[in-house]
């Protein structure tokens, strides 16, 4: 069976690829576990160069990958080129990381050090929402450390990760295998019992059905799952000032983020004020085929995406809460849902309660904070959150009340390099990014000298 790449602002197929056989599975990690032996002997700063060399690679064909980004994701080039940036940046901070041993006693009586060894060969199953920066951040990690590594990505974006692994590969041979398809390449992979740990990215029941898989072997893994992150808008809240970070946290590329705002709980005394900013926004954009120039705002990835997202849109309507979009350009044939905004929805609502993983944000009003932040925090996810407001005791109170792995304060959904990012409850289980990012893809071993 094929794998058809379609291009979601037009349903055109891209390319046709062929799926892996569990065998081409076994082939990918024998030559990864080949390559390992090699790569781990050489030192934490030759491996630093290597990477630097990768991180120049993709600069050079930043072009040709953003443009494959577009073609398989379908975000607006910007975004793509964005994405590009991002995917440098990470490989440029692994590169610089250290290994050298840590130091936790030098006296009289005995010198112990932790060392930080490779695991062997890393297993990587990536989304569709940001195919090259996620790749890059499970990957980049893993090298540095000493670890290769063997990439499954979504087989609706593989395109992107098929040139990155190009790329690497013209610099140092073998460190980085591809499988593609679903299911049965990813089950063979993350299973194979050579490979030592499953770091991936993806929604909670396939995350969790993995882990499950390989916990009678111990095997490491990191898992960034889904999220319904909320954001609370308190009542000292300067709108003009943040109205268009928050609309960014919410609809950054489509609203197709992990860490994307999902939910929004204003005060009353700002409620309508933020509400028609947000439009103003929303009817601002330029929806339309993302290799068009001007165009500010593509599709989302896929059909089923296109049909949850609208109909939980759908079900809002239904349940009477006020649903504002613009309208869509016509002779669109994509899958192309406007970014929406939906005004009092019941708290109960799927478009509330449920990830969407879309650009629609429901906007809910809110007189008491307290009562409100029973609701924010959610019974499974804990993804991200955010406070938007001045410094208070109010604001520091509800930071204090966010269960989440990050919580923003006047912006929401950014990630840097050297800042650990990781989910908390069924949001995920480990870390990435940071040093603590980067020991997930090591073995600890700690050598005690005794000098009595
Ligand atoms: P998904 O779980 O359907 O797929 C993710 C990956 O797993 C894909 O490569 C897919 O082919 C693979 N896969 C699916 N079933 C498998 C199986 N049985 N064995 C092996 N591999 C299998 O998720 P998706 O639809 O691609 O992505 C959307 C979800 O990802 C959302 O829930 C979103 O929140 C989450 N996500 C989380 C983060 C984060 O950092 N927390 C980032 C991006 C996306």
């Known amino acids: 069976m094929q794998i058809d790449v379609i291009n979601p602002a037009t349903k055109q197929v891209v390319e046709t690829l062929n799926r892996s056989s569990v065998e081409e599975v076994n082939d990918a990690v024998a030559t990864a576990l080949q390559s390992f032996e090699t790569w781990r002997q050489k030192t934490s700063e030759e491996r630093g160069v290597v990477l630097h060399a990768i991180a120049d690679g993709i600069e050079a064909s930043a072009t040709e990958l953003a443009n494959l980004i577009v073609a398989e994701q379908g975000k ?69 450390a000493g670890n290769a590594v063997v990439i499954k990505p979504s087989s609706n974006t593989p395109l992107s990760t098929i040139k990155l692994v190009d790329i690497v590969s013209a610099i140092e041979p073998g460190i980085l295998g591809i499988v593609l398809g679903g299911k049965i ?133 239904d349940s009477g809460s006020e649903v504002i979009a613009p309208e869509l350009p016509e002779g669109l044939d994509g899958y192309f849902i406007a970014p929406t905004i939906i005004k009092n929805p019941p708290l109960e609502l799927s478009v509330v309660c449920d990830e969407q993983f879309g650009p629609v944000l429901p906007v809910i009003p809110y007189d008491d904070i307290k009562e409100i932040m029973k609701d924010a925090i959610h019974k499974e996810f804990a993804l991200g959150g955010s406070v938007w407001g001045e410094e208070s005791e109010e604001l520091d109170w509800v930071v204090g009340q966010l269960d989440s792995g990050t919580v923003w304060i006047n912006n929401h959904a950014e990630v840097l390099p050297h800042i650990p990012f990781g989910g908390n409850k069924l949001s995920g289980l480990g870390v990435e990014f940071g040093v603590e990012g980067f020991l997930e893809n090591t073995q600890r071993k700690v050598v005690s000298y005794s000098r009595t």
Not at 210 to 220: E, H, N, V, Y
Not at 223 to 239: C, P, R, S, T
Request: glycine share 8%; hydrophobic share 45%.
């Open 185 to 317: 390449a990813g089950e063979a992979l993350v299973t194979h019992p050579e490979v030592k740990k499953l770091v991936f990215t993806g929604s909670t029941p396939t995350g969790t059905h993995l882990a499950s898989l390989i916990a009678k072997d111990l095997k490491k893994v990191t898992l960034e799952l889904g999220g319904n992150d909320a954001g609370i808008v308190l009542a000292n809240a300067d709108i003009d000032k943040l109205a268009s970070k928050i609309y960014m946290g919410a609809f950054i590329n489509m609203g197709q983020t992990c860490a994307a705002l999902k939910r929004l709980y204003v005060h009353r005394s700002k409620y309508d004020a933020l509400c028609d900013a947000l439009v103003d926004m929303a009817k601002a954009e330029v929806v339309g085929n993302g290799m068009e120039e001007g165009v500010t705002f593509g599709p989302v990835q896929n059909k089923n995406q296109y049909d949850l997202v609208t109909s939980m849109i759908q079900q809002a309507r």
């Open 76 to 144: 607006p080039l910007p975004v793509a080129m964005m994405e590009v940036g991002g995917a440098v940046a990470w490989t440029r901070y692994n590169a610089d990381l250290s290994q050298a041993p840590e130091v936790l006693e030098d006296s009289a009586d005995r010198l112990v050090q932790v060392h930080r060894l490779p695991l062997g060969v890393v297993a990587s199953i990536t989304p569709w929402n940001w195919p090259l920066m996620i790749a890059i951040w499970h990957i980049m990690p893993a090298l540095k």
